[in-house]
């Protein structure tokens, strides 16, 4: 079975060709250099932007492993969550060229995408385990009790951790994307010389936050402390917040496996913590943890039948992953 799959939920262009579970082609058009100016992304340049080149990155991605449009079996797309616009233009291309080569159309809620990307590492896994999504727009902590199904334990009640490190890269003159930047900046500093505070301390439930951290970055900056040590310290306290919070989620439902999948899993300070956690990690391969069209494909495979009438299903800017009408009971492989 031939499976395409596309993402536009947000800045990058993403478009992946999987046959029977296996990625054959993956291809992303970045926008990174559209948005560095901005510090961020501007959500009406991106909508453009995709519109320019998801055509050529589709007949690309066909023409690398030498299929025909016609030996699609089906074509798949993030419905959201993500930015509208930005959503739109991938959906409604994707619900086009499944109309009018008469295959499916799979509807993909881009966060179970992104679990479904670990498969592609390791094809064995099975439920149950925690999902640990964390990216620019999300972060989000599940108990994945069997495949379809997804206990929410938590979330951030405010920015995502991704979004966190571009939003202090900024401060710190590092531009856009942060999350590597700051990475990067880290390395040349010492953590325990900047007092920035573990979020949420005392809480027993399982949600994060971030937008404190800015705050307090920017107090560290008028207050002299240097650069790569103020990066040194927030990369610290937003690793050692998500692991603690994931650790006390493992304790609680008694899971030893953790998936990892988003920007964020891609921080080797994030990776080194939580295997120091004992618990069993899986991540995605490279190029799969951040937003792209192979985990869209890899999700349509492992759901076993189309929604019914999923032409008319509607892209949503804001799609909880729990919500029945998305993924909760769903036939999966």
């Not at 992104?114 to 620019?136: D, K, M, N």
């Not at 690793?239 to 439902?253: D, F, G, I, P, S």
Request: some cysteine; overall charge negative; glycine content about 10%.
């Amino acid at each position: 079975m031939w499976i395409l799959g596309i993402d536009t939920s947000c800045d990058d262009t993403g478009v992946g060709l999987v046959q029977d579970g296996r990625v054959v082609v993956n291809r992303v058009a970045s926008q990174t250099l559209l948005h560095q100016v901005y510090g961020g992304v501007v959500p009406e340049l991106a909508s453009r932007e995709h519109v320019q080149v998801i055509d050529g990155l589709v007949e690309a991605v066909l023409a690398e492993a030498g299929l025909v449009p016609a030996k699609l079996d089906r074509v798949a797309a993030t419905r959201g969550p993500g930015l509208i616009g930005a959503l739109l233009v991938g959906f409604t291309y994707a619900k086009g060229l499944a109309f009018a080569l008469e295959k499916p159309f799979v509807p993909v809620h881009h966060l179970e995408g992104h679990i479904y990307a670990a498969l592609a590492e390791h094809p064995e896994v099975t439920p149950p385990f925690l999902a640990l999504v964390a990216s620019g727009g999300h972060t989000h902590l599940f108990e994945v009790p069997c495949w379809g199904q997804y206990r929410q334990l938590g979330a951030t009640l405010d920015d995502a951790a991704g979004e966190a490190f571009d939003k202090v890269a900024r401060l710190l003159g590092l531009g856009y994307p942060g999350g590597p930047a700051i990475e990067e900046l880290a390395r040349q500093g010492e953590a325990p010389r900047v007092p920035l505070a573990l979020p949420l301390q005392g809480q027993e439930g399982f949600n994060f936050s971030f937008s404190g951290l800015k705050t307090a970055v920017a107090r560290a900056l008028e207050q002299g402390y240097a650069p790569a040590d103020i990066a040194a310290r927030f990369q610290q306290v937003v690793v050692e917040h998500l692991a603690q919070v994931v650790v006390r989620a493992a304790r609680y439902t008694g899971l030893s496996t953790l998936l990892v999948t988003g920007g964020v899993a891609q921080n080797a300070a994030l990776r080194a913590r939580l295997q120091e956690a004992g618990l069993r990690l899986l991540f995605p391969p490279k190029g799969l943890a951040t937003d792209n069209g192979a985990m869209i494909a890899l999700a349509a495979w492992h759901i076993q039948k189309a929604p019914p009438e999923a032409l008319l299903v509607p892209a949503a800017a804001y799609l909880p992953l729990e919500d029945p009408s998305t993924s909760a009971g769903r036939p999966a492989r």
